[in-house]
């Protein structure tokens, strides 16, 4: 069974930081890894989608990278904003030879931006 | 504008009285999915449907039904409502299940009593 971790779990730091956030997963038979962020009492936002062919997706400040045998893939903040403030999380789409199509999420690691 | 809706946002209700909340997409997404998601346990899977008429457990589907008689609608419906099924729901859509970016509605806060 897929299992997904984000280490670690709160991360505070002054703005203007350059910061990265882990997530790692226990099965490299994935279809693709997605970061979202999701803001307190809303929805999630899709930040980037990192197919399981690609090594890394860029948005902006924002740099995902994704190593498959490793197990593991990260988040990179540039110049961080006091409005990145949010819990980000990570989830994967594996290849189930079971033919599930069920998705993974980490538990998400809360990021607080200091002005 | 592209978007997933639920409704209702917010409900309170009472054990054992049936309740359904609808799911709707504008985007012609194939695969839709219903989470849930709890302190300290992160999201959960709890329904996917990777076509109309097509739809397939998750990780936690006790207590819960689905259908997906149309392509945009895909409602999770709770027969008889317990309080561990307390909880915020979200809905989400995409057009492939396999390659796509997860699109996710803006959630449901159900209490149960």
């Known amino acids: 069974k897929q299992e997904v971790t984000q280490i670690p779990a709160a991360l505070s730091v002054p703005e203007g930081e350059n910061l990265v956030l882990n997530c790692s997963f226990t099965?490299?038979?994935?279809?693709?890894l997605q970061w979202f962020r999701q803001d307190p009492g809303k929805g999630l936002t899709s930040l980037l989608l990192i197919q399981s062919s690609q090594r890394e997706q860029t948005s902006g400040r924002l740099n995902a990278s994704l190593d498959k045998s490793s197990g593991r893939s990260t988040l990179y903040i540039a110049a961080s904003q006091p409005g990145d403030s949010a819990t980000y999380l990570c989830?994967?789409?594996?290849?189930?030879?079971?033919?599930?199509?069920?998705?993974?999420f980490g538990t998400g690691t809360k990021l607080q931006v200091i002005p | 504008e592209a978007q997933v809706t639920q409704n209702p946002r917010y409900l309170i209700t009472v054990t054992g009285k049936k309740l359904t909340v609808t799911c709707s997409q504008n985007m012609n997404h194939e695969y839709m999915s219903w989470y849930r998601q709890d302190p300290g346990l992160g999201l959960r899977q709890i329904y996917y449907?990777?076509?109309?008429?097509?739809?397939d457990k998750g990780d936690v589907p006790e207590g819960y039904k689905v259908s997906r008689k149309e392509k945009r609608n895909f409602p999770l419906i709770l027969e008889s409502p317990s309080p561990n099924q307390t909880s915020l729901y979200f809905c989400?859509?995409?057009?492939?299940?396999?390659?796509?970016?997860?699109?996710f509605g803006p959630g449901t806060r159900l209490t149960v009593l």
């Open positions: 989400a859509s995409s057009f492939r299940h396999s390659t796509d970016t997860q699109y």
């Open positions: 449907s990777m076509n109309v008429e097509v739809t």
């Open positions: 099965d490299s038979a994935i279809y693709n």
């Open positions: 989830a994967v789409r594996p290849k189930d030879s079971g033919g599930y199509q069920k998705v993974t």
